[in-house]
């Protein structure tokens, strides 16, 4: 069976590293698309997250982007917004229309230990994703945010296994679409819809064994470095109507996907964060918003899967 493309209006770019592991993607909805967030885990790396909080005065966002380089990798937001300003898209305000761009980052500056010069997202990386940028289904894999992602980390970096973009969607029995973006980055490792394990961090002998056990046992593995630092992102993007409260409520609901794909999760290594995006018409049904964050979390556990899948068969 196929897989729906995102709602129409919504475009999905990237931006990959030619000749190093890291990248950004973005996500370009059409005009007036209100968004919500949920922010989880002890690391998270993000701008312009509070002017979608429910009490802040604007109504919409204008992009989306999720991108590699960690705290420095937010600079691609300065490349996506002076795209929007080029081609009008933006908050109006008295003096003309400013981008709202929310951003988030995941942790792949290990992803080639000891590289000088360091590749990382910038303003022109974030510019290039958006002129990449189109309608139906995005790349997925080793692709923009997810091109240095790696799972399973708790025996370091060189027993992981790779992460990636994935992608997952439905439409619901009311008719709303409903699609979800994910970069799959986390500390922990990977598990299948029967709890099989997908990824997992290897052993000397290569076999995957599963982080959580491990912990349990009261095994330790070495001291954590920083470069563990890790972090799993996803977007929901709907036609459903939602006004920004609802996408807040989504977006919380909807975080309930990372949690069972990914195991342990939300550790202080990890900074995840979920978006939610509607545009459609507003309207007052809770059993609509509860319909689209039940079906937002079982994508979201779908997207995570797909990227990891996806990865591992990516050049």
Same mark, same amino acid.
């Given at each position: ?29 059409? #005009? ?14 993000? $701008? ?21 380089? %960690? ?17 009008? $898209? ?6 003309? @229309? ?12 290990? #992803? ?21 940028? $189109? ?23 060189? #027993? ?36 099989? @394990? ?6 000397? *002998? ?12 009261? @095994? ?18 709907? *036609?459903?109507?939602? *006004? ?18 990914? *195991? ?33 979390? %079982? ?11 996806? #990865?591992? %068969? %990516?050049?």
């Amino acid at each position: 069976m196929s897989v729906p493309e995102p709602p129409p209006g919504f475009a999905i770019g990237h931006w990959t590293a030619a000749e190093a592991r890291t990248g950004c993607t973005v996500i370009l909805p059409p #005009a007036g698309t209100r968004a919500g967030a949920d922010v989880r885990g002890g690391g998270p790396g993000t $701008r312009e997250t509070d002017v979608i909080d429910p009490l802040a005065n604007p109504q919409e966002v204008t992009a989306i982007l999720f991108t590699g380089g %960690s705290a420095h990798g937010l600079a691609a937001a300065d490349g996506v917004v002076r795209w929007c300003e080029e081609h009008d $898209r933006g908050y109006p305000t008295p003096a003309g @229309l400013v981008p709202l761009v929310p951003a988030a980052v995941i942790y792949d500056l290990n #992803a080639e230990p000891g590289r000088r010069p360091p590749v990382r997202p910038g303003a022109d990386a974030g510019y290039a994703a958006c002129e990449a940028a $189109r309608p139906g289904i995005p790349g997925r894999g080793s692709v923009g945010a997810g091109r240095g992602a790696a799972v399973a980390k708790a025996l370091g970096r060189d #027993a992981a296994t790779p992460g990636g973009v994935g992608y997952a969607a439905t439409v619901t029995g009311a008719g709303e679409t409903v699609a979800v973006l994910a970069v799959v980055n986390a500390t922990g490792d990977i598990t299948g819809a029967g709890g099989e @394990l997908l990824a997992g961090p290897r052993g000397a *002998d290569g076999e995957m064994t599963r982080s959580a056990e491990m912990f349990a046992s009261g @095994l330790e593995p070495p001291e954590p470095p920083p470069e563990r630092q890790s972090t799993t992102l996803a977007c929901v993007m709907t *036609d459903a109507g939602l *006004d920004k409260v609802g996408c807040a409520k989504v977006a919380r609901m909807a975080t309930a996907g990372v949690a069972r794909a990914v *195991d342990p999760v939300f550790t202080p290594f990890d900074g995840d964060v979920v978006f939610a995006l509607s545009d459609g018409v507003p309207r007052d049904d809770p059993w609509q918003l509860i319909r689209i964050g039940t079906v937002a979390a %079982s994508l979201v556990t779908a997207a995570i899967r797909d990227g990891v899948e996806r #990865a591992g %068969s %990516s050049p």
